[in-house]
């Protein structure tokens, strides 16, 4: 049993790397490097190649005895993916159907695969009447307050049922995927998870692996480059949403939490259980002031911050139900404190300041 981690030298892919290898599975990394750093596969094994390079990946699924597919090799930048949809569309949905061929080809039956909340788009923009349309209610009650002009009294969480409707071209290019392996796993008989993830953030407690994107474009490693005076300032996408200060909530989930429930995940279908898809977030959503007053907490000095305008495309609130990854396959998110998460990120923000390429 042996499972290939596509684009594992990432943020979340290395993080999942190393815990599968601590918990003594036997794993082999595949990317391309184009975002991903070697550095961050910290000896694993790993081999440099493109999920798109059927015939490539077909040797290595057969030399190393491949039998599982973590596959997290995508484009994921959703203002990028609106200015120039043709990569978008290429790496993730042709670069992963060619990944499903090889599969199916190869006889590989297991995949687990990284989608994200972005196929849910903006929650409640699809409604008629002015009521939220793909919500359910769950234990958030200052998110409910946001919601009361709009008919709804309880708190407003959503999960794996409601309604998808991507607004960016990186959600829809993952829902395409989603919908290409219930009609894989139908004739093909692959079997399949597909794991939502909302906002993923920190890193491994052991300060040597975190996120480093080239550019860098979300907030929480934003704001800590900005404590670290790599930048003069953070800029507050917008005030007026109706939230409780204006700024935009969203439900951030440490990605050592996101690593378990991949190596849950793998086990789930090992044992024979039916393809699923699951949320993965912690339920409780932090606005943009708030992680902007938590890290001034967690580095101990002021953050400087200033309102610019709204980015487009951004929901004012992103919160999920993962009662089903909860019940069903046993997660147990070890980092829902928000305090707890931006440690971690700081952490490694300060080992390595300018992230794997200068210490
Ligand atoms: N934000 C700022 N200033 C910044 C950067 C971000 O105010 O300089 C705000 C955004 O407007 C948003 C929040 O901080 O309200 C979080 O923004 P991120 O860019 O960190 O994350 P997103 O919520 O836009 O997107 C992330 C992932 C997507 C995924 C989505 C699902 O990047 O891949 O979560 O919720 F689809």
Same mark, same amino acid.
């Given at each position: 049993?042996? =499972?290939?981690?596509?684009?594992?030298?990432?943020?979340?892919?290395?993080? @999942?790397?190393?815990?599968?290898?601590?918990?003594?599975?036997?794993?082999?990394?595949?990317?391309?490097?184009? !975002?991903?750093?070697?550095?961050?596969?910290?000896?694993?094994?790993?081999?440099?190649?493109?999920?798109?390079?059927?015939?490539?990946?077909?040797?290595?699924?057969?030399?190393?005895?491949?039998?599982?597919? %973590?596959?997290?090799?995508?484009?994921? =930048?959703?203002?990028?993916?609106?200015?120039?949809?043709?990569?978008?569309?290429?790496?993730?949905?042709?670069? !992963?159907?060619?990944?499903?061929?090889?599969?199916?080809?190869?006889?590989?039956?297991?995949?687990?695969?990284?989608?994200?909340?972005?196929? *849910?788009?903006?929650?409640?923009?699809?409604?008629?009447?002015?009521?939220?349309?793909?919500?359910? !209610?769950?234990?958030?009650?200052?998110?409910?307050?946001?919601?009361?002009?709009?008919?709804?009294?309880?708190?407003?969480?959503?999960?794996?049922?409601?309604?998808?409707?991507?607004?960016?071209?990186?959600?829809?290019?993952?829902? %395409? #995927?989603?919908?290409?392996?219930?009609?894989?796993?139908?004739? *093909?008989?692959?079997?399949? #998870?597909?794991?939502?993830?909302?906002?993923?953030?920190?890193?491994?407690?052991?300060?040597?692996?975190?996120?480093?994107?080239?550019?860098?474009? /979300?907030?929480?490693?934003?704001?800590?480059? @900005?404590?670290?005076?790599?930048?003069?300032?953070?800029?507050?996408?917008?005030?007026?949403?109706?939230?409780?200060?204006?700024?935009?909530?969203?439900?951030? =989930? /440490?990605?050592?939490?996101?690593?378990?429930?991949?190596?849950?995940?793998?086990?789930?279908?090992?044992?024979?259980?039916?393809?699923?898809?699951?949320?993965?977030?912690?339920?409780?959503?932090?606005?943009?002031?708030?992680?902007?007053? @938590?890290?001034?907490?967690?580095?101990?000095?002021?953050?400087?911050?200033?309102?610019?305008?709204?980015?487009?495309?951004?929901?004012?609130?992103?919160?999920?139900?993962?009662?089903?990854?909860?019940?069903?396959?046993? &997660?147990?998110?070890?980092?829902?404190?928000?305090?707890?998460?931006?440690? !971690?990120? &700081?952490? &490694?923000?300060?080992?390595?300041?300018?992230?794997?390429?200068?210490?």
């Amino acid at each position: 049993m042996r =499972i290939l981690i596509t684009g594992g030298a990432g943020y979340i892919g290395s993080h @999942t790397a190393k815990m599968l290898k601590e918990q003594g599975h036997d794993l082999l990394v595949y990317d391309n490097l184009s !975002t991903g750093h070697a550095e961050a596969v910290q000896g694993l094994p790993l081999v440099q190649g493109d999920i798109a390079d059927g015939e490539r990946l077909a040797k290595v699924i057969k030399d190393y005895e491949i039998t599982d597919v %973590i596959h997290f090799a995508a484009s994921s =930048i959703v203002g990028e993916s609106m200015q120039n949809p043709r990569k978008y569309y290429l790496n993730n949905v042709v670069g !992963t159907i060619s990944l499903l061929n090889t599969l199916v080809a190869c006889k590989v039956e297991r995949i687990v695969f990284s989608s994200t909340a972005a196929v *849910y788009g903006e929650p409640g923009n699809n409604s008629e009447n002015g009521l939220i349309e793909g919500f359910v !209610t769950a234990g958030v009650t200052e998110i409910a307050k946001q919601f009361a002009t709009a008919g709804q009294t309880e708190p407003l969480v959503l999960n794996e049922d409601c309604p998808l409707k991507p607004t960016s071209v990186y959600g829809q290019t993952k829902l %395409i #995927i989603e919908n290409a392996l219930k009609d894989y796993s139908r004739a *093909y008989g692959l079997k399949y #998870i597909s794991l939502r993830y909302f906002n993923a953030c920190g890193a491994d407690d052991s300060g040597e692996i975190g996120e480093d994107h080239q550019p860098e474009t /979300h907030l929480i490693p934003l704001v800590l480059q @900005t404590a670290l005076g790599q930048r003069d300032k953070i800029v507050i996408f917008g005030d007026d949403y109706p939230t409780r200060d204006g700024t935009c909530i969203r439900d951030y =989930i /440490h990605v050592n939490d996101l690593a378990q429930a991949h190596l849950l995940a793998v086990g789930y279908l090992r044992e024979g259980n039916a393809s699923e898809i699951f949320n993965l977030g912690n339920g409780e959503g932090f606005s943009v002031k708030e992680i902007i007053r @938590t890290a001034e907490e967690v580095v101990g000095r002021v953050i400087p911050a200033e309102v610019g305008a709204r980015r487009s495309g951004d929901p004012a609130v992103l919160v999920a139900s993962s009662e089903k990854a909860k019940k069903l396959l046993g &997660w147990k998110p070890q980092y829902s404190e928000l305090e707890k998460m931006i440690v !971690t990120a &700081w952490k &490694w923000h300060q080992n390595h300041p300018n992230g794997y390429s200068q210490k």
